[in-house]
């Protein structure tokens, strides 16, 4: 190795120790953030912070299989018990009677301060007669029996109206004194992490100190034989980082295997093969650099697209190699590096468009490639024939070269036959135009099918919420945060009352504003003035007003007490349900209010416009989750098409440019053209669901086909294909489909649907690049 390459040697390996520190650094996720806006609407904001920090995305739900009822219920209670003491977990929740006792203690305490019941016609004789009579009616019910003991002090229900809200909604089963699934043959619990849902780190350290305790807990004589079953957000986030890991690790295994097989074949020399891996290790370091430079967090999926990302970078190694080696490097560079300069423009231009997307993961899967891509050729170009030193030549280059002539020659015969294809293709898009795309983004989760079963099994059975549903309620403090929840929640109460909604929670109702509290503290009245009230209203009733003074007691330690804090909540599962509801923001406070549908609407969902009517002038805006995803996805599309149509249009016009010919561009764009169409056809045909990565697909399938379209053109001005040449296209075409045929394979749809449109696009570009190539008519 001479002086200078031994020079561009060490810098390159300077460089790249330089990109591994920075790499080292960067922080890699697989969140829900790939599919998130980077400029949301302020509806797809609430959406963002939900997914990212909201109470739900902190949710996990588990299940206790096999052995009885008792087995089951032990074996819940013990692990409860473990995980409450643990710091990862804000809340640990089984049913167990004690969880709801610390809650009704503080309710009991607090009540005339908590419930909206508390007026001063409450405490009129009027309403002390109706509130008591209704109580002494409670007390002939099942339910009435677990407040017997309470009527003394609460003689007018305050306590009743408070407890029935601490659960609303669908409620648990119980079995041996813990929650049950609905069949009884599982026992159930609900946690809620301390970590946030985009926290993925976090999850899985929770999911794993789950296991690690239910293993201590079924040690225990007679729990053998017992399973555990989880689901939610953050279950999935931490099986979609494994899944994306283990198939960009297997993926780039596969194509980097597939490869190097090929290329040791056609090389048959082990620096050859070497020397390809600069400009390929240099695109991949690069990629990854800048896009952790700019966004701060490189996505997984981004990295797996990096791995297609290899048989495009090696494209340019094995164009220098085999072309190089009869003409020598002054002669590459003067005849062919041209022709490949503008294919790596065209690929520039096509990747360089999802830049300006909205879509966090196109901006990143766009930077990548476009970085990669560069940077691979600008090494190809001037670092390694450096490295390589004069005298590169392949062994039966040529002649594996000239076994390809023949097919080139005779390639015209499919002209019409194709075409043919193509006008069906044609007609089948256009009859299919109005169902072509997936219209969900859904299409684009990693969850699978068993695993959303088990979710929604859980779900039922707990009656957890999915939060679909929201009104929503900023406000520059706290105090203005509560006082607008209370008025918001007056108008959707008036929507339960009518049977429109099923219900909604609020933080207001275990913490109400100081107005409100203050507001009920003054309908309380003085001890005697209570005194004499009760006389008259229980005259010649059951139940003698001597026997209420607890009842005096309290209200008048009500009347004396101080607000109720957040701090007075701690401890009980209270605090949660607020600090769930009622969240402190950089620019203030923020209040959301999930509303459920009403019984027997779960699936037709709630009336949009009703809700959207009675919070007109409340300050609150209403949200629908699942149509804010829709609009979302859709929105992903329109920008997706436009991008799309922008790379190519600038492919057209950079290549129009160069070439100055219409039949010329006609000759490198059409194949392109049809090739898309013959692959969006296909694919469709198949049942395969499209979405939004392959409608990048497309585009990718555009940027990289051009650089062998461009190669064809050559005969549009009279130069030959040499066989070197020829060999050159062919291992390009090939390590393309390699590199991003693999993808095809994944089960993340992203990938999968990267690699199955790029990978048969990338043949497709290639044939019928030679089937209808411009021929300069002979002299």
């Known amino acids: 190795m ?29 969140d829900v953030s790939f599919f998130l806006p980077s400029r949301p609407t302020a509806e797809q ?46 809340t640990v929740q089984n049913g167990e009677a004690e969880g709801v006792d610390a809650a009704r203690d503080v309710l009991l305490r607090h009540r005339y301060l908590l419930s909206t019941a508390v007026t001063p016609e409450r405490f009129s004789v009027e309403g002390l007669r109706g509130a008591v009579n209704n109580s002494i009616d409670l007390l002939s019910s099942s339910a009435g029996l677990l407040f017997k003991p309470y009527l003394a002090r609460d003689p007018t229900g305050e306590l009743v109206e408070l407890v029935s809200g601490l659960n609303a909604g669908v409620q648990p089963d119980q079995r041996e004194g813990v929650w049950a699934s609905r069949d009884g043959e599982r026992a159930m619990l609900l946690v809620q992490t301390r970590a946030l849902g985009s926290d993925t780190d976090g999850q899985a350290a929770a999911i794993a100190l789950i296991r690690a305790r239910f293993a201590e807990a079924t040690a225990l004589p007679g729990l053998d034989g017992l399973r555990l079953q989880m689901s939610g957000p953050g279950m999935f986030a931490v099986q979609s980082r494994a899944t994306i890991q283990q198939e960009v690790t297997r993926l780039s295994i596969m194509s980097s295997l597939a490869i190097a097989l090929l290329l040791g074949f056609i090389y048959r020399r082990t620096r050859l093969l070497l020397l390809t891996l600069v400009p390929v290790l240099s695109g991949t ?14 996505f997984g999926i981004t990295v797996g697209f990096g791995a297609a990302l290899i048989g495009e970078a090696v494209d340019y190694a094995i164009y220098y190699f085999v072309q190089s080696g009869r003409l020598g490097q002054a ?85 019409w036959p194709l075409l043919a294809l193509v006008l069906v293709a044609a007609a089948y898009l256009a009859q299919h135009r109005h169902d072509l795309w997936y219209p969900n983004l859904s299409a684009l989760s990693t969850v699978s099918a068993s695993e959303a079963e088990l979710d929604g099994r859980l779900r039922a059975d707990l009656g957890a919420p999915d939060a679909r549903y929201m009104a929503v309620i900023t406000a520059p403090d706290r105090e203005s945060a509560l006082q607008a929840a209370e008025r918001a929640g007056a108008q959707l ?36 003035e209570l005194r004499a009230r009760l006389a008259l209203a229980l005259a010649d009733g059951p139940l003698s007003a001597g026997r209420l003074q607890p009842f005096v007691d309290d209200v008048q330690a009500a009347r004396a007490s101080t607000n109720l804090t957040r701090q007075d909540l701690d401890g009980t599962g209270l605090a949660l349900a607020v600090d769930a509801l009622l969240l402190q923001r950089p620019g203030g406070w923020s209040v959301l209010l999930p509303l459920r549908p009403a019984p027997g609407d779960a699936d037709t ?17 209403f949200i629908d989750l ?110 393309t489909v390699i590199g991003f045929g693999v993808l095809a394979w994944s089960s993340v749809p992203v990938l999968h649907a990267i690699g199955a449109t790029v990978g048969p696009g990338a043949v497709l570009a290639l044939l019928l690049s030679a089937v209808f190539a411009v021929r300069k008519p002979a002299a």
């Open 2 to 30: 001479t002086g200078s390459a031994l020079r561009a040697l060490l810098v390159w390996l300077l460089a790249m120790l330089l990109g591994a520190v920075v790499v080292w650094n960067t922080r890699f996720s697989a």
């Open 45 to 90: 904001a609430v959406m963002v912070d939900q997914l990212r920090e909201g109470a739900v995305s902190r949710l996990l739900m588990l299940s206790i299989e096999g052995g009885d009822a008792g087995q089951r219920a032990r074996a819940s209670r013990a692990l409860r018990t473990a995980l409450t003491g643990a710091s990862d977990f804000a």
């Open 285 to 298: 370091l690069a990629g990854v650099v800048v896009v952790g430079l700019v966004h701060g967090t490189v």
């Open 331 to 415: 002669s590459w560079r003067e005849r062919y590096w041209p022709t490949i300069r503008l294919g790596v423009l065209t690929s520039l231009f096509g990747f360089g468009a999802l830049l300006f997307s909205g879509f966090p993961g196109l901006a990143q899967l766009g930077l990548y490639a476009l970085t990669g891509v560069l940077t691979a050729a600008v090494v190809t170009r001037y670092l390694l024939p450096r490295l390589a030193g004069p005298g590169v030549h392949l062994h039966d280059g040529a002649r594996l070269g000239r076994r390809l002539r023949p097919l080139v020659a005779h390639a015209g015969a499919l002209r």
């Open 493 to 528: 109460q008036r929507l339960v009352d009518a049977g429109l909604i099923g219900g909604f929670d609020s933080p207001a109702r275990f913490l109400p504003s100081d107005a409100a509290q203050n507001a009920r503290r003054a309908s309380l009245p003085p001890a005697d």
């Open 605 to 621: 969902g709630i009336p949009v416009q009703a809700v959207r009517d009675a919070l007109a002038g409340s300050g609150a805006l």
């Open 626 to 735: 699942k149509g804010e995803f829709d609009a979302l996805y859709g929105e992903y599309i329109q920008e997706a098409i436009q991008l799309s149509a922008a790379g190519c249009l600038a492919i057209v016009v950079a290549l129009a440019f160069v070439l100055r010919s219409g039949r010329r561009l006609a000759g490198v764009m059409l194949p392109l053209v049809m090739a898309v169409m013959l692959v969006v056809a296909g694919l469709h045909a198949s049942g395969e669901r499209l979405h939004l990565l392959h409608l990048v697909g497309m585009l990718l399938t555009v940027a990289v086909g051009s650089n062998y379209a461009l190669f064809f053109d050559r005969l549009a001005v009279g130069e030959p294909l040499d066989d070197e040449t020829l060999l050159s296209i062919a291992v390009a075409s090939v390590t």
